[in-house]
Protein backbone atom coordinates (compact mmCIF):
# COMPACT_ATOMS: atom_id res chain seq x y z
CA UNK A 1 0.00 0.00 0.00
CA UNK A 2 2.88 2.70 -0.87
CA UNK A 3 0.22 4.48 -3.06
CA UNK A 4 -0.58 8.36 -1.95
CA UNK A 5 -4.47 8.49 -2.23
CA UNK A 6 -5.45 11.95 -2.97
CA UNK A 7 -8.99 13.19 -1.60
CA UNK A 8 -10.66 15.62 -3.48
CA UNK A 9 -12.80 17.70 -1.51
CA UNK A 10 -14.14 21.40 -1.45
CA UNK A 11 -12.94 23.66 1.24
CA UNK A 12 -15.81 24.72 3.20
CA UNK A 13 -16.02 23.68 6.82
CA UNK A 14 -18.46 20.73 6.39
CA UNK A 15 -17.27 19.26 3.24
CA UNK A 16 -13.31 19.05 4.74
CA UNK A 17 -15.04 17.33 7.85
CA UNK A 18 -16.63 14.69 5.51
CA UNK A 19 -12.77 13.93 3.44
CA UNK A 20 -10.86 13.90 6.58
CA UNK A 21 -14.24 11.00 7.98
CA UNK A 22 -13.16 9.39 4.67
CA UNK A 23 -9.66 10.09 4.96
CA UNK A 24 -9.56 8.54 8.37
CA UNK A 25 -11.36 5.50 7.60
CA UNK A 26 -8.68 4.69 4.63
CA UNK A 27 -5.64 5.34 6.59
CA UNK A 28 -7.38 2.90 10.00
CA UNK A 29 -6.91 0.11 6.65
CA UNK A 30 -3.18 0.75 6.03
CA UNK A 31 -3.78 3.51 3.20
CA UNK A 32 -1.72 6.64 2.66
CA UNK A 33 -3.62 9.52 2.18
CA UNK A 34 -3.26 13.53 1.49
CA UNK A 35 -6.36 15.70 1.16
CA UNK A 36 -6.51 18.64 -1.42
CA UNK A 37 -9.09 20.66 -1.51
CA UNK A 38 -10.24 23.39 -4.24
CA UNK A 39 -13.70 25.50 -4.78
CA UNK A 40 -16.31 25.04 -6.51
CA UNK A 41 -18.42 27.28 -8.70
CA UNK A 42 -21.16 26.92 -6.48
CA UNK A 43 -18.73 28.28 -3.72
CA UNK A 44 -17.81 31.20 -5.60
CA UNK A 45 -20.81 32.43 -7.23
CA UNK A 46 -23.26 33.36 -4.09
CA UNK A 47 -25.55 36.25 -5.58
CA UNK A 48 -27.65 33.73 -7.48
CA UNK A 49 -30.15 31.34 -7.22
CA UNK A 50 -28.93 27.50 -7.35
CA UNK A 51 -31.53 26.91 -9.93
CA UNK A 52 -30.13 29.97 -11.98
CA UNK A 53 -26.56 28.55 -11.85
CA UNK A 54 -27.90 25.03 -13.48
CA UNK A 55 -27.65 23.32 -10.45
CA UNK A 56 -26.65 19.85 -11.45
CA UNK A 57 -22.92 19.07 -10.74
CA UNK A 58 -22.26 22.78 -9.66
CA UNK A 59 -20.43 21.94 -6.14
CA UNK A 60 -18.97 18.11 -7.93
CA UNK A 61 -18.04 19.96 -10.92
CA UNK A 62 -14.41 20.91 -10.15
CA UNK A 63 -13.87 17.88 -8.16
CA UNK A 64 -14.42 15.96 -11.41
CA UNK A 65 -12.23 17.93 -13.59
CA UNK A 66 -9.26 17.44 -11.36
CA UNK A 67 -10.29 13.87 -11.17
CA UNK A 68 -10.33 13.34 -14.96
CA UNK A 69 -7.13 15.59 -15.20
CA UNK A 70 -5.17 13.50 -12.40
CA UNK A 71 -4.90 16.11 -9.80
CA UNK A 72 -6.72 14.12 -7.34
CA UNK A 73 -7.59 10.03 -6.63
CA UNK A 74 -10.50 10.06 -5.56
CA UNK A 75 -13.86 12.65 -4.54
CA UNK A 76 -15.90 12.67 -1.48
CA UNK A 77 -19.04 14.60 -1.76
CA UNK A 78 -22.35 15.12 0.35
CA UNK A 79 -24.43 12.71 -1.91
CA UNK A 80 -27.08 14.77 -2.53
CA UNK A 81 -24.75 17.59 -4.36
CA UNK A 82 -23.69 14.72 -7.27
CA UNK A 83 -25.57 14.75 -9.90
CA UNK A 84 -27.74 11.23 -10.45
CA UNK A 85 -25.88 10.78 -13.88
CA UNK A 86 -21.94 10.88 -13.39
CA UNK A 87 -19.65 11.99 -15.70
CA UNK A 88 -17.95 9.66 -18.19
CA UNK A 89 -14.69 7.86 -17.10
CA UNK A 90 -16.13 8.51 -12.97
CA UNK A 91 -17.99 5.76 -10.89
CA UNK A 92 -19.16 5.53 -7.38
CA UNK A 93 -17.49 3.38 -5.23
CA UNK A 94 -18.87 3.42 -1.63
CA UNK A 95 -21.87 5.35 0.64
CA UNK A 96 -20.85 6.01 3.73
CA UNK A 97 -23.31 5.06 6.67
CA UNK A 98 -25.78 7.50 6.74
CA UNK A 99 -26.62 10.32 9.11
CA UNK A 100 -30.14 11.88 9.68
CA UNK A 101 -31.66 12.96 6.48
CA UNK A 102 -34.02 15.00 8.60
CA UNK A 103 -34.44 18.97 7.57
CA UNK A 104 -34.53 21.42 10.30
CA UNK A 105 -36.09 24.97 10.68
CA UNK A 106 -33.62 27.17 12.65
CA UNK A 107 -34.76 30.45 14.14
CA UNK A 108 -33.34 33.49 16.36
CA UNK A 109 -35.91 32.73 19.31
CA UNK A 110 -37.21 30.02 20.95
CA UNK A 111 -40.91 30.64 19.65
CA UNK A 112 -42.02 31.50 16.22
CA UNK A 113 -46.06 31.90 15.39
CA UNK A 114 -46.21 30.39 12.22
CA UNK A 115 -50.35 31.15 11.55
CA UNK A 116 -49.09 34.73 11.06
CA UNK A 117 -46.76 35.84 8.05
CA UNK A 118 -43.08 34.84 8.37
CA UNK A 119 -40.35 35.07 6.20
CA UNK A 120 -38.20 31.99 5.67
CA UNK A 121 -34.95 31.77 3.97
CA UNK A 122 -33.44 28.80 1.65
CA UNK A 123 -31.94 28.19 -1.49
CA UNK A 124 -33.36 25.10 -1.87
CA UNK A 125 -36.75 24.57 -4.69
CA UNK A 126 -37.62 21.19 -2.81
CA UNK A 127 -37.82 22.96 0.85
CA UNK A 128 -39.56 26.04 -0.53
CA UNK A 129 -42.07 24.56 -2.30
CA UNK A 130 -42.93 22.39 0.66
CA UNK A 131 -43.04 24.48 3.07
CA UNK A 132 -45.46 27.12 1.25
CA UNK A 133 -47.51 24.19 0.46
CA UNK A 134 -47.80 24.07 4.49
CA UNK A 135 -47.68 27.76 4.96
CA UNK A 136 -48.72 29.45 1.91
CA UNK A 137 -49.36 32.77 3.51
CA UNK A 138 -45.83 33.01 4.33
CA UNK A 139 -43.01 34.66 2.24
CA UNK A 140 -39.37 32.38 1.40
CA UNK A 141 -36.42 33.95 0.43
CA UNK A 142 -33.34 33.10 -1.36
CA UNK A 143 -29.94 32.55 0.52
CA UNK A 144 -26.95 31.16 -0.41
CA UNK A 145 -23.12 30.17 1.22
CA UNK A 146 -21.88 27.14 3.08
CA UNK A 147 -23.44 26.36 6.33
CA UNK A 148 -21.77 28.79 8.32
CA UNK A 149 -22.51 31.75 6.30
CA UNK A 150 -26.00 31.06 6.01
CA UNK A 151 -26.29 30.98 10.12
CA UNK A 152 -24.26 34.31 9.75
CA UNK A 153 -27.06 35.68 7.54
CA UNK A 154 -29.74 34.08 9.53
CA UNK A 155 -28.19 36.06 12.74
CA UNK A 156 -27.81 39.35 10.74
CA UNK A 157 -31.57 39.12 8.79
CA UNK A 158 -34.97 39.79 10.53
CA UNK A 159 -36.15 36.82 8.82
CA UNK A 160 -38.32 34.50 11.19
CA UNK A 161 -35.91 31.18 10.38
CA UNK A 162 -34.06 29.53 7.59
CA UNK A 163 -33.70 25.57 6.89
CA UNK A 164 -30.88 23.60 7.12
CA UNK A 165 -30.09 19.50 7.01
CA UNK A 166 -29.34 18.47 10.56
CA UNK A 167 -26.61 16.00 9.22
CA UNK A 168 -24.62 19.07 8.61
CA UNK A 169 -24.48 21.55 11.19
CA UNK A 170 -24.79 18.21 13.68
CA UNK A 171 -21.26 17.06 11.79
CA UNK A 172 -19.25 20.30 12.64
CA UNK A 173 -20.55 20.45 15.98
CA UNK A 174 -22.63 24.07 14.94
CA UNK A 175 -26.28 23.04 15.54
CA UNK A 176 -28.10 25.97 17.06
CA UNK A 177 -30.14 26.61 20.16
CA UNK A 178 -33.48 27.21 18.52
CA UNK A 179 -34.16 24.66 16.20
CA UNK A 180 -37.18 22.32 15.28
CA UNK A 181 -37.21 19.19 13.44
CA UNK A 182 -39.41 19.03 10.30
CA UNK A 183 -40.33 15.38 10.51
CA UNK A 184 -43.29 16.57 7.43
CA UNK A 185 -40.48 17.62 5.23
CA UNK A 186 -39.51 15.28 2.85
CA UNK A 187 -35.45 15.61 2.36
CA UNK A 188 -33.81 15.74 -0.63
CA UNK A 189 -32.83 12.06 -2.30
CA UNK A 190 -29.52 10.86 -0.60
CA UNK A 191 -29.92 13.67 2.28
CA UNK A 192 -27.38 12.82 5.01
CA UNK A 193 -25.25 10.48 2.86
CA UNK A 194 -21.68 11.15 1.93
CA UNK A 195 -20.24 9.41 -1.17
CA UNK A 196 -17.13 8.37 -2.60
CA UNK A 197 -16.14 8.43 -6.35
CA UNK A 198 -12.94 7.00 -8.33
CA UNK A 199 -11.94 6.87 -11.94
CA UNK A 200 -13.45 3.93 -13.58
CA UNK A 201 -9.68 2.63 -14.65
CA UNK A 202 -8.07 3.08 -10.93
CA UNK A 203 -8.35 -0.45 -9.47
CA UNK A 204 -6.16 0.40 -6.69
CA UNK A 205 -8.46 3.58 -5.24
CA UNK A 206 -11.70 1.64 -6.26
CA UNK A 207 -10.75 -1.26 -4.47
CA UNK A 208 -9.49 0.84 -1.51
CA UNK A 209 -12.68 3.16 -1.19
CA UNK A 210 -14.79 0.34 -2.01
CA UNK A 211 -13.89 -1.48 1.66
CA UNK A 212 -15.77 1.68 2.98
CA UNK A 213 -19.27 1.39 1.39
CA UNK A 214 -21.99 0.91 3.74
CA UNK A 215 -25.06 -1.40 1.76
CA UNK A 216 -27.52 -0.60 4.09
CA UNK A 217 -26.70 3.08 2.71
CA UNK A 218 -25.96 2.55 -0.98
CA UNK A 219 -29.72 0.49 -1.01
CA UNK A 220 -31.49 3.54 0.14
CA UNK A 221 -29.82 6.39 -1.64
CA UNK A 222 -30.14 3.83 -4.90
CA UNK A 223 -33.79 4.21 -4.44
CA UNK A 224 -34.02 7.69 -4.15
CA UNK A 225 -31.79 8.59 -7.01
CA UNK A 226 -33.42 6.43 -9.20
CA UNK A 227 -36.90 8.03 -8.09
CA UNK A 228 -35.09 11.33 -8.47
CA UNK A 229 -33.17 10.94 -12.13
CA UNK A 230 -36.46 9.49 -13.76
CA UNK A 231 -38.66 12.30 -12.46
CA UNK A 232 -36.64 15.70 -13.47
CA UNK A 233 -35.01 14.34 -16.75
CA UNK A 234 -32.46 16.27 -16.71
CA UNK A 235 -34.60 19.42 -14.64
CA UNK A 236 -34.15 20.71 -11.53
CA UNK A 237 -37.25 20.39 -9.62
CA UNK A 238 -39.02 20.18 -6.21
CA UNK A 239 -38.33 16.33 -5.64
CA UNK A 240 -38.38 15.03 -2.44
CA UNK A 241 -37.32 11.30 -1.71
CA UNK A 242 -36.07 9.06 1.32
CA UNK A 243 -36.17 5.23 1.91
CA UNK A 244 -35.37 4.03 5.36
CA UNK A 245 -34.49 0.30 6.36
CA UNK A 246 -36.72 -1.18 9.17
CA UNK A 247 -36.09 -4.93 9.93
CA UNK A 248 -36.52 -6.52 6.45
CA UNK A 249 -38.25 -3.78 5.08
CA UNK A 250 -37.93 -0.52 3.26
CA UNK A 251 -40.13 2.73 4.11
CA UNK A 252 -40.50 4.97 1.33
CA UNK A 253 -41.73 8.09 0.74
CA UNK A 254 -41.48 10.31 -2.37
CA UNK A 255 -43.09 13.87 -3.35
CA UNK A 256 -42.90 16.14 -6.40
CA UNK A 257 -44.54 19.71 -5.79
CA UNK A 258 -45.28 22.59 -8.33
CA UNK A 259 -42.63 25.59 -8.06
CA UNK A 260 -45.51 27.50 -5.59
CA UNK A 261 -46.13 24.29 -3.47
CA UNK A 262 -49.71 24.82 -4.71
CA UNK A 263 -49.78 21.52 -6.46
CA UNK A 264 -48.49 18.38 -4.86
CA UNK A 265 -48.23 14.43 -5.60
CA UNK A 266 -46.63 12.00 -2.86
CA UNK A 267 -46.07 8.81 -3.24
CA UNK A 268 -46.27 6.30 -0.32
CA UNK A 269 -44.62 2.52 -0.30
CA UNK A 270 -43.22 -0.70 1.66
CA UNK A 271 -40.98 -2.79 0.53
CA UNK A 272 -39.28 -6.26 1.57
CA UNK A 273 -35.23 -5.68 1.63
CA UNK A 274 -35.30 -8.71 -0.86
CA UNK A 275 -37.98 -7.24 -3.09
CA UNK A 276 -35.83 -4.17 -4.31
CA UNK A 277 -35.20 -4.83 -7.60
CA UNK A 278 -32.86 -2.47 -9.96
CA UNK A 279 -35.48 -0.28 -10.93
CA UNK A 280 -37.64 -0.38 -7.86
CA UNK A 281 -36.69 3.85 -7.76
CA UNK A 282 -37.65 3.88 -11.67
CA UNK A 283 -40.96 2.47 -11.41
CA UNK A 284 -42.24 4.35 -8.05
CA UNK A 285 -41.00 7.76 -10.03
CA UNK A 286 -43.34 6.48 -12.96
CA UNK A 287 -46.46 6.02 -11.26
CA UNK A 288 -45.92 9.74 -9.95
CA UNK A 289 -45.17 10.60 -13.60
CA UNK A 290 -48.82 8.69 -14.50
CA UNK A 291 -50.40 10.26 -11.89
CA UNK A 292 -49.97 13.62 -12.87
CA UNK A 293 -45.77 14.32 -12.87
CA UNK A 294 -45.63 14.67 -16.50
CA UNK A 295 -48.47 17.47 -16.48
CA UNK A 296 -45.98 19.03 -13.73
CA UNK A 297 -42.52 18.40 -14.50
CA UNK A 298 -43.55 20.50 -17.98
CA UNK A 299 -45.19 23.01 -15.89
CA UNK A 300 -41.78 23.67 -13.66
CA UNK A 301 -39.68 23.33 -17.02
CA UNK A 302 -41.77 26.38 -18.52
CA UNK A 303 -40.84 28.30 -15.58
CA UNK A 304 -37.34 27.39 -14.73
Known amino acids: ?11 SELA ?7 QQQLESLGYHTQLVPVKSTGDLVLDKPLYEMGITGIFTKTLDIAMLNGTVDIAVHSMKDVPTALPKGIEQTAVLE ?17 SKPCTIATGSLRRKAQWLHRYPHHTVVDFRGNVNT ?15 AKAGLQRIGILPQYHTDLDWMISAPAQGAMVVVALETDSY ?19 ERDFLRTLEGGCTAPIGAYAEILGNAIDFKGSLLSLDGGD ?9 VEDVQPDTGVAWAKEVLDRGGKELMTQIKRAL
Do not use: Y
Open 205 to 223: CKEASQKLNNPHAEIVTRI
Open 98 to 114: RATATDILVTTKSEVDF
Open 1 to 11: MSKTIRIGTRD
Open 264 to 272: KIEILKAIL
Open 16 to 22: LWQATTV
Open 150 to 164: RLQKLSDSNWDGAIF
